[in-house]
């Protein structure tokens, strides 16, 4: 009982089944890798209908946008596009690419306060009009190529504790909004709202009800301009996995009551976000397969290395009488999928798929593919020993990593699957037509139909009821055993 798409399949799956046991079977059916031992991501869809379920119920308000750079995947984006959420896109590619799913242009926000003259000419050409600005020259920019755009005043926010700050590089401060707006006005520019972003990986709830104080402060100057402004966006930095420092029910307990506070129901201002992470962090699980190990001396080293308490690297080979240390070598490093360690300042933690209860742990280090000593996943854990061909899983690999991995020294990106619980089928088809609206569904439930490039194999006969599909239904699997 597959979904079937131009560009992807969903095997749908026992609900009480595991990630783990999912990997378990990909292992030994490599359809679509090259070779057995390649790497390959899960996909959990049933994840992300999860998350969104659950942010409609804990900020109401808030319209989530979703951030198309955190994880651009097609299935990611044509669920969440079925799913009724908006867009945030920073460049004409991911408008193009939104565009083509069926996405209205009103769905959109081009939140890059800084845009390419061609991207801009090109938001015009296709009436996606909502867009950020931070500077002078921006508005001047927007007034030339252009004029009928709506736009929203991207505000500095104190994001010193995020796990990416923005602010070191977006963001008019605060003092000098009434300046810009005083300049969008004389150009007779719309100014519709304004935005902030609190940092991607935000570590204080309070940065939100800070920003949103600030925001209203800018409501009340633009007002005194003339703007009458409808819109407050208030970014991303939402958390996406249950390992975060902060829960998402804490974010929303203080946005919620600072958006009471400050821009009331009856004030008729609508809210929009920019979550990224919160979506698909935790639907994306990575396999790695163990392809060379090493042993090394435990105790013993050569030369010592700034800020390293604990390295495991290639120094002595040991004696009988010495502790050993490992270093494994898997097929998907800083390169590739991992490199959320250098630009997301990420970490991560592998779990053994092979069981090794009671084994001995030794000091072991985790080491990508490529050819460059920078290529180190893990610099120190504690591991049982392994062998070569084993499979290690990386879960919480959804938010970037593979939107920015390459194939440096040759080595491919992983392979993705995506699985679904069957109690989740019949609403994903009824999700997908409500999106496309010529898409139907097959009566039969042996052939297979192709409407709009979807396909539905082994569909059955429903009604279209009700538009929040998946309010009722538990959350999807997760990785343990």
Request: charge should be negative; proline fraction near 5%; include cysteine.
């Amino acid at each position: 009982m597959d979904l079937i798409t131009a560009s992807f399949s969903i095997k749908t799956h026992d609900s009480q089944k595991t990630i783990r046991k999912i990997v378990d079977e990909k292992v030994h059916d490599h359809e679509d890798r090259e070779d057995q031992d390649d790497p390959f991501f899960i996909s959990d869809l049933g994840d992300i209908v999860q998350k969104h379920s659950r942010w409609k119920t804990l900020l109401p308000r808030v319209e989530p946008h979703y951030a198309v750079k955190c994880n651009p995947d097609p299935a990611v984006l044509t669920t969440l596009a079925a799913l009724g959420t908006g867009f945030d896109c920073a460049s004409k590619a991911e408008i193009q690419t939104m565009l083509e799913l069926s996405v209205s242009p009103s769905r959109i926000i081009f939140a890059n306060p800084c845009k390419q003259k061609s991207h801009l000419k090109y938001a015009c050409d296709t009436n996606v009009s909502l867009m950020t600005f931070d500077n002078e020259d921006e508005l001047y920019k927007v007034k030339r190529l252009y004029p009928g755009a709506r736009l929203v005043l991207r505000i500095l926010t104190d994001d010193t504790t995020a796990q990416c700050q923005l602010g070191l590089k977006y963001g008019c401060h605060p003092k000098h909004a009434r300046y810009l707006l005083q300049v969008a006005k004389q150009l007779d520019l719309n100014v519709v709202g304004v935005s902030f972003h609190v940092g991607s990986g935000c570590r204080e709830s309070s940065a939100y009800t800070k920003a949103i104080a600030s925001s209203h402060d800018v409501f009340e100057a633009a007002h005194y301009i003339g703007y009458h402004m409808d819109l407050l966006d208030i970014g991303g930095g939402f958390p996406g996995q249950p390992s975060a420092p902060i829960a998402f029910e804490e974010f929303a307990e203080v946005i919620n009551r600072a958006l009471d506070e400050y821009f009331p129901v009856s004030c008729g201002v609508r809210v929009i976000a920019e979550p990224g992470r919160y979506f698909v962090a935790s639907a994306f699980t990575l396999a790695v397969n163990v392809t060379a190990k090493r042993v090394v001396a435990r105790d013993i080293k050569t030369f010592e290395v700034p800020e390293s308490k604990d390295l495991v690297s290639n120094t002595v080979a040991p004696t009988k009488c010495e502790e050993p240390a490992y270093m494994y070598y898997v097929n998907d490093g800083v390169y590739g999928s991992f490199n959320c360690l250098l630009y997301d300042h990420a970490s991560v933690e592998p779990t053994i798929m092979t069981d090794h209860s009671g084994e001995m742990e030794y000091s072991t280090s985790i080491w990508g593919p490529s050819c460059d000593g920078l290529d180190r996943i893990i610099e120190h854990t504690t591991m049982p020993e392994l062998e070569v061909g084993e499979w290690i899983l990386f879960k919480d690999m959804g938010a970037y990593t593979m939107c920015a991995g390459s194939e440096f020294n040759g080595f491919k990106r992983p392979v993705v699957y995506y699985v679904l619980p069957n109690n989740l089928r019949v609403p994903m088809h009824q999700m997908l037509q409500q999106e496309n609206k010529e898409f139907k569904i097959s009566t039969s439930n042996t052939k297979c139909t192709n409407y709009r490039g979807y396909f539905i194999e082994d569909a059955v006969g429903f009604a279209f009821e009700d538009a929040d599909l998946f309010s009722h239904h538990p959350p999807s699997i997760d990785i343990r055993a």
